[in-house]
């Protein structure tokens, strides 16, 4: 299991750009980092995942060096919807195998600021 | 996701009490699973099932069993609640697939506290 270290907090202000980079070194060549949103008192919900370069879809970017050992999800012109605790896991989705490596560490809790 | 409902949404039980968690599922995804989560803390898996005849442990199942009575069903049990497994648990489910795509979605949690 690929072990991810993360930011324990942050802070921004509404509109500007916020980059959380997660750093996991022992990333398998099967896995993949898949990134996910916490409101309080909610369930995690799904934000974007991605194996290598950029992904990007309406809610954030996906950024992938080619080393693969960190990842940074970047979220544009935030607001204060977007304060939350947001989670990297690195796991070999998709396959049997990774059911018991699903595994959520702390987070990164993110607050805009007005 | 309205389409993953638990049942209940709090609960206060006593030490040594049985509980039953249900979670319950239209999405006709085949797995399922559950989660514990600490305040201030990420989530751990407890249970997963791929299928309905499939029962599988997560890292931290001491304390806890699973039920999966159907496709849609997925009930997590504490035999003899104690106080340190007051928390907050939440129910997924997936989809089925040899793809990286494989979306967890969440139920809106069961709070939990033994007293």
């Known amino acids: 299991l690929a072990k991810t270290t993360q930011p324990i907090s942050m802070d921004s202000y509404e509109g500007q750009e916020v980059n959380i980079t997660c750093s996991h070194n022992?990333?398998?060549?099967?896995?993949?980092i898949t990134w996910y949103q916490q409101f309080p008192s909610q369930g995690p919900r799904f934000i974007i995942q991605?194996?290598?370069t950029k992904v990007t879809n309406e809610v954030a970017s996906l950024f992938i060096p080619a080393d693969r050992k960190s990842s940074t999800l970047s979220l544009p012109r935030v607001s204060l919807s977007d304060t939350a605790v947001y989670y990297c896991?690195?796991?070999?989705?998709?396959?049997?195998?990774?059911?018991?490596?699903?595994?959520f560490g702390g987070g990164t809790r993110v607050l805009v600021k007005p | 996701d309205a389409d993953v409902t638990q049942t209940p949404r709090n609960r206060i039980t006593k030490t040594g009490k049985r509980i039953m968690l249900e979670c319950s599922q239209t999405?006709?995804?085949?797995?399922m699973y559950w989660y514990r989560q600490d305040p201030g803390l990420g989530l751990r898996l407890i249970y997963y099932?791929?299928?309905?005849?499939?029962?599988n442990k997560g890292e931290i199942s001491d304390g806890y069993s699973v039920s999966r009575q159907a496709q849609a069903k997925f009930s997590l049990s504490l035999e003899s609640a104690i106080p340190n497994q007051t928390a907050l648990y939440f129910c997924?489910?997936?989809?089925?697939?040899?793809?990286?795509?494989?979306?967890?979605?969440f139920g809106p949690g069961t709070r939990l506290t033994v007293l």
């Open positions: 997924a489910t997936s989809d089925t697939g040899q793809g990286p795509y494989n979306e967890q979605f």
């Open positions: 022992n990333i398998a060549t099967n896995d993949y």
């Open positions: 991605g194996y290598k």
């Open positions: 896991l690195v796991g070999p989705f998709g396959i049997k195998a990774a059911g018991n490596k699903l595994t």
């Open positions: 999405k006709g995804h085949d797995r």
């Open positions: 099932s791929f299928d309905v005849k499939d029962i």
